[in-house]
C-alpha cells in the first residue's frame, strides 16, 4: 500500500510539471531537494529554484507521461526510493508529429511531519524519437 | 482462407491508423497488447494508452500503406502469426514532396470469443526516403 | 530500327512521368512491372500502384529529362533491355536555384499484342547537385 | 508452468548461441523458422542456413545473455509467444573492455508433435555500449 | 522450368563469384555483356574485362550467397530477365565477425546458339552489417 | 557520523571495483540491488549478476576513483542517500595517456541486520577526457 | 564576512549583466580588467571595450543566473579570487523551450580605495542544453 | 621584479611538469590549490592528489613549453596573478610528427612564509595542430 | 593577339552567362560542344541543350566573374586551349552576405569559318566560401 | 612615431571597410595591391576591384574591430610591415545575438610621393563564436 | 585514324603512368605541359617537376587503367582533344580488396616535329569505391 | 635582380627546412622574425626558438617544396615582401602514398649589413591531399 502511494505522488508529481501547475508541485518537493538531471550539466541541483523558472517561463502542450517498469522499494516507514523509465508523448499539432522522450528516473521520498516529500531525483538517459 | 483473413485484417488494422479511425482500430486491438517500436526506446509498450495518443493528437494525412512479402503461419485454430515488410507513401503536398517510410512488422493474433485481436506486435527498422 | 523504338518509347515514359500524365504513362507499363528503385528501400515494387501515388499527389514543375549513352540490346523481336544514364534537371524559381539529378536506369521492354511494354526496371545510384 | 517453459527453451536458445553449439540450437527451431533481423537488411529470413553460417565459421567468446522484462502469452495449449530485452555482455579480454549489446526480441513457439519449436523471430533495436 | 533453369544459372553465377572460378563464370556471359554497379561509378560496364580483373588479383574467403525473392519473368523462349535480393554472408576470421552484404540485381538473360548467357546486369544499393 | 559512514563506505565499494575484489565488493551491495547505468541500454538492472560479469572477465589497471561534491540525506536511521560526482583517472601506459571518466551517481543505502548495504544506485552523464 | 561580501559582489555582476544595466557593471570592473573568454577566440580581452559592445547591441530577455560550488579564497585583505560553476537559465517563449547555459568562471577582486574590483576573469567549458 | 618572479616561477612550475619533476612542482603549490581544467569536466578540482596521479602514471617525452603574452597583476605585495597563453611543443619521434598545443592559463599565486605558491589555476581553451 | 582575342572571348562567354544572354552566349559555342562539370555527375555534356535550361529558368542576379592566373595556348592558327582560375563573387542582398565561388576551368576554341568557337570545356573543383 | 602612424592607418582602413567608405578606403590601398584571404580559395588577389564588389552589394550593420597584439616593424624610411589579431564583433539585432570574429592579419605598407599605401595583405584563421 | 592514334597515345600515357615508365611518359608530354589535378589544390600544374615524383618515389601495384567513352576532336591536322572517364581498378592484395578510382580527363595533344605531345590536361571528378 | 634574389633566398630557406639543416636556415631568419601559422594557433610567433624545435626533433624525408606564382615587390632598395603559394610533395613510402600539401605564404626580407634576412612571414591555408 505505501509503495502504490509512493507510485501514486511519483505520477501525481510528473502530471503536475505537466500541467505547469506549480503550487501543487512545489508542495511534494522538500524545500533542500538535490538532484542529477541533464540541464545541470554534472552538477548536482539544489533547492526548487532551479524548476521553478520551467513553471514560470514556458506554458503546458498537449502531451501525456507514462510510468514504466516502476520499482519502488520501503527504506523505512518514513522512506522510500522509485526508479522508472518514464516515457512522455508530445505531440506538435502544427507539424502533426508526435515526440516521444525517455528518461530515466530514480526519486527518494521521504515522510516529514505525515506528509510525503521528494528529497533526492536522479534523471538521465534522455533520448527523443519523432514520428517519421 | 483464415491466413488470408489474417492478412484482412492486418490491412484492415493499417489502413484504420492512417484514416485515424480509433474506434475501428481499437476494436481489433486486444486490451493488453503489448508491442515493440521505435517510439518505446527499447521497451515494451502495454495497453493501447500509447497508441490513442496518436489518433487524439494529429489528423490524417494523403498517404498509402502497403503490405509486401507478407507471411502468415497458423499457430492453432485459434491464434496466428502475420510478419511483412510495411511501406507507407506520404505526399507533403507543400513541398511537392512524396515520402516512402519502411519498417518490418510481425504482428501476433487470437482469436477470443469468435474476434481476432492483434495481442502482440514488433515494429522495426524504421527508415524514410524522399523524392529527390 | 526497333532499338530505336525501344529509346524513343524510353523518352516517352519519362516524359509522362514529368508532365504528370497517368493515362499515357499506364498505357506504356505491364500491369504486372515489377522494379528496384531507391523509394522501395530494397524490397522489388510490384504492378502500378506505388507508381500512381506519384501521379496522384504531386505537381509537375519546370524541369527537363535527359538519356544519356543509351544502350539497347533486341533480346528476340519481342522482347528488349535498354540502359542508360538519365539526368534530370529541375529549377527551383523561388530560390533561382537549378538541381541536376543522376540515376541509372535498365528498362526490359515486351511486346504483347503489337504494344511494348515496359515490364521491369531498375534504378541506383541517384545524386542530386545544385548550382553553387 | 507453460510460461515457464517457453521462457526456460527461449534463454536455453540463445545460450546455444553463445556456445555455438548447433545441434542443439537447431533442434529449437522449426525448419521453416522466419524472422526479421539487422543482418536481413529488411528482409526476411526463411530456414536455418542463415543463422548456420554464424554457428560454422565464428568461434564463442566470455559473454553472458540476459533475458529481461520477459512477457508471455499463450495463444493456444500449443502455441505462445515470448517478447523480452536482450542484453549480451561480451569482454574483450585484449583490450580488457566489457561491451554491453542491447536488442529487443520477439518469439513465437509452436508444440509439434510434443517438442516446442521456435518457428518466428523478430530482433531489433540492436546498439551496443562499451566500458569507458 | 525455364524460369527455374534462370535462377538455377543465376545461382551458378553467383557461386563461380564466390569461389573465384573465372572459366566457368565467364561461359555464363555474354562478351558483350553490360552492367551497372558501385564499382562503375555511374558509367555502364562494358564487356568481361572489367569483372576479369576481381578474380585475377583476389582470392575467395568463406561466405554464402543467397537470392531471397527472386522474380523470373520469360521475355520469349529465348530471353528472360531475374530480379532478387542478394545477401552475402562473410566471415572474417581474425576478428570473429560476421558481415551480411545485401544489395538488388537484375540479369538480363538471352539463349544463344542453345546456351543461356547474361547479358546484361544492374546491381545497387549495396550495404553492409557486421555482427555487434 | 552516520552521513561520514556512508561516504566512507561508498568510497569502499568504489575502491573494490578498482581493485577488481568481488568478495568485498558484493558484501555491501544488497542481492536485490536495483539500479540504472550506461550499459543497461535505459533499463534496470536487477540484482548482483550484471556486475559480477565485469569482475570475472576483466583485470585491474593503474587508477584512482574520486568522490566530489558529496551531499549525504539520512532518511531514517536505517536508511540514507548519497549523491556524488565520480572522476575516474585512468593511465594507459602504453600510449603515456591519462584518461579522466566522469559520471553523476546516486546511491541508496539501507543498514539490514546492521550492516548497511547498496540496495539502488543510479549512474549517468559519464564523459571522457584523455591529456591531449 | 569579506568571502560574503566577494561572493555577494559576483552573483550582482552576473545580475547586471543579465538585465544589461552597464552603468553598474562598469562600476564594478578595474578599467585595466583583464580576460579569457570563448568570444576571445584564445586571446585575452583588455579593457571593458569589449564587453561593453554586449550592452549596448543586446537586450535582457528572461533569464537568471546560477553562482555554484563557489570558492572565495582571500589573498590579502586587499584581494581575493572567486571560483564557481555558472549556470544560466534562459527562456525562448517563442519556441517554448529553456536553455541551461553552463560555464566554469574564475574572478579575481582587488580593493582600491575603498571599492571592490573585478580585475581579471577567466570563463571557460561553456555549454547549452535544450528541455527536449 | 616581483612580476618578474611571478612569471619565472610560473615557468619553472609548468618546467617542472614537463620534466615529471614532482617534488620540486608540489613545493610550489599550495595544498589546497584549487583549479578548473579540462580533466576535471566543469568540476573544480582541490588539493593536489589529482595531479600527483599524472607525475606518477606517465613518463616525460621531448617537448617544450611556450608563455606568451604574459600579464602579471600584483593583487598586494604578497599576492598576485598571471594570465598567459600556453603552447606545448611535442614530438612524437615514432611517426615524425610535431604536435602544437594550445591552452589559456590564469594562475593566481599568494607568498606565505617568504614562499610563493600557487593557490588558483584556470586553464581552458585546449587545441591541438599536428603537422601535415 | 590570337591569345590575347582567345581571354576575350573566354570573359565575354562568362559575362554572356551572368547576365543571361543566350543569343550571343549561344552563337560563341559549337552545336556540338562537349564538356565536363559538376551537374554532368562525371558525364560528359554534349552539346547546347543542357546550358540553355539554365538560361531559361534561372535570372541573373548581381555579381562578377574574375578570371585568374590565365594560360593560352595556340594549337594551331585555328586553335587555342584556354586554362584559369575562375572566381564568382555573388551577392545575397537579402542577408546582406557576399559568396565567393571558385571552379578549375579549360577551354577549347576553334576557329570555323572566320569565327571561334568553344568546343569542348572541364569545369572542377567548385567551392564556395561565405563572408562570416 | 612611425610605428603609431602605421598602426593608426591600420585602424582606419579597417574602420572604413566597417562603415563601407570605399572612397577613403580606396585611398589607402596601393591600386597593385596583392592579398591572401580566405574569399580568394588559396589564389592571390590583385588589385582593388575584389574588395570592391563588397563596398557595392553589402551594407553596414552595428559592429566594431579590434586589432589587438599589433606589431610594427620599420622595414627602411618608406616602408613597414604590420601583423595583428583582429576580432570583430557584430550585433545581429534581429537574434539579439553578438558574434565575434577572428582573423590574423598582415599588412604591408610603402609610403609613395609621401603618402602611406597598403601594398601586400595576408588574412587568415578566421574562425566565429556566437554568443550562447 | 588520327582520332583512333589519340586514344591509343591516351591510353599509353596512362599505362606509363601505371607502370611508373618515366622515360616513356615523359616522352609523350611537351616540356611546358599545363594541368589542372586535385593535388594542385585549384593551381595549374606547370611542367613535368611535378609528375616526376610520383614516378621516383612510388612503386607499381598490380592494376589496370580502363578509358570509357573517349571523345576525340581533331582541332587541326596537328593538334586534338581528348576527353574521357577514366576509372582504375587496384588490387589491394594484403586486405583482399579492389579500389575503383574513377575521374574525367581531358588532355589536348599537338604534333610538334612528326610527335604528338600532350600539352594540357584536366583531371577531375576524383572518387573511390571499395569492394564490400 | 633582386627581386629573384629574393625568390632564389626563399627557395633556399624552403629547402633548408626540408633538409632540416638548422644552420643555414637560421642564418636566413632576423633573430628577432614575427609570423603566424595554424600551429601558433592564432598567436604571433616571436623568435627562432619555435621554428628549432622542428630541426631537433624531426628527420627529413624525400619530398620537394614548390613555388607558385611568386609575386616579389621591392619595397626599398633594403627590404621586400614575397607572396606565393607553396606545393610540398611528400612521399610515404610505407603505404606507397603521396601527399601534396598546400598553404599560402607571404615573408618579408629586410637587407642588413648586406644580408637580407625574413623578418615576418604569414603562413595560412593548409590542405592535404593524398594520392587516391
Redesign the interface.
Known amino acids: 500500500p505505501e509503495a502504490a502511494e509512493i507510485q501514486h505522488l511519483t505520477q501525481q508529481l510528473l502530471d503536475y510539471e505537466v500541467k505547469r501547475d506549480w503550487i501543487n508541485y512545489s508542495k511534494l518537493c522538500h524545500p533542500s531537494i538535490?538532484?542529477?538531471e541533464?540541464?545541470?550539466?554534472?552538477?548536482?541541483i539544489?533547492g526548487l529554484?532551479?524548476q521553478r523558472?520551467?513553471f514560470e517561463?514556458?506554458?503546458t502542450?498537449?502531451h501525456?507521461t507514462?510510468i514504466?517498469?516502476p520499482?519502488v522499494?520501503m527504506?523505512?516507514?518514513?522512506?522510500a526510493?522509485i526508479?522508472y523509465?518514464r516515457?512522455c508523448?508530445k505531440?506538435d499539432?502544427a507539424t502533426?508529429?508526435?515526440?516521444?522522450?525517455?528518461s530515466?528516473e530514480?526519486r527518494?521520498w521521504?515522510r516529514i511531519a505525515g506528509s510525503w516529500l521528494n528529497?533526492?531525483y536522479?534523471k538521465?538517459?534522455?533520448?527523443?524519437?519523432a514520428?517519421?
Open positions: 538535490t538532484g542529477f541533464p540541464q545541470g550539466h554534472g552538477h548536482m539544489k529554484e532551479f523558472f520551467y517561463t514556458t506554458t502542450t498537449p501525456k507514462l514504466m517498469d520499482q522499494t527504506l523505512s516507514p518514513e522512506s526510493v526508479a523509465v516515457i508523448q505531440a499539432t502533426n508529429t508526435i515526440y516521444s522522450i525517455h530515466n530514480s527518494v521521504k528529497i533526492h536522479h538521465s538517459n534522455t533520448t527523443k524519437v514520428t517519421p
